[in-house]
């Protein structure tokens, strides 16, 4: 059964960092690319990151590019995303899925993807 799950979020003043963790299980790990989502109420999930199976290729939304890193650990089958210079409007559910495929893709798009994790909340206050 393929798994992941999120861990990390929190509560955090606008500036300020936290890092997401996904540990995913029941596939193997270094053949799927995994993007992190997030969402809103009342609005569409953002695809925001996603790394590709061999780590070599990442890609980033141009609301997060800059601020935030995306990495891997085939040790310990972790996907992290390292948030920095938090702002207001990074808040939401943040959710880690793992792609049909090696590549990221239109990474962005969420129907690529095949497993989700439950989410994890980030709320950034002013």
């Known amino acids: 059964e393929v798994q992941l799950v999120e861990s990390g979020g929190g509560l955090v003043q606008a500036g300020g960092s936290l890092r997401l963790s996904c540990v995913a299980s029941g596939f193997t790990f270094d053949a799927y690319a995994v993007g992190w989502f997030r969402q809103v109420p009342g609005k569409e999930r953002e695809g925001i990151s996603c790394?590709?199976?061999?780590?070599?290729?990442?890609y980033y939304a141009a609301s997060v590019k800059g601020r935030f890193t995306i990495s891997s650990s085939k040790a310990t089958n972790t996907v992290y995303l390292q948030m920095s210079s938090l702002k207001p409007e990074d808040t939401g559910v943040y959710f880690c899925?793992?792609?049909?495929?090696?590549?990221?893709?239109?990474?962005?798009?969420?129907?690529?993807?095949?497993?989700w994790g439950q989410g994890t909340q980030v709320t950034v206050s002013s």
């Open positions: 899925a793992r792609r049909e495929d090696h590549k990221c893709g239109h990474y962005e798009f969420p129907y690529e993807y095949t497993d």
């Open positions: 790394i590709s199976s061999d780590t070599d290729n990442v």
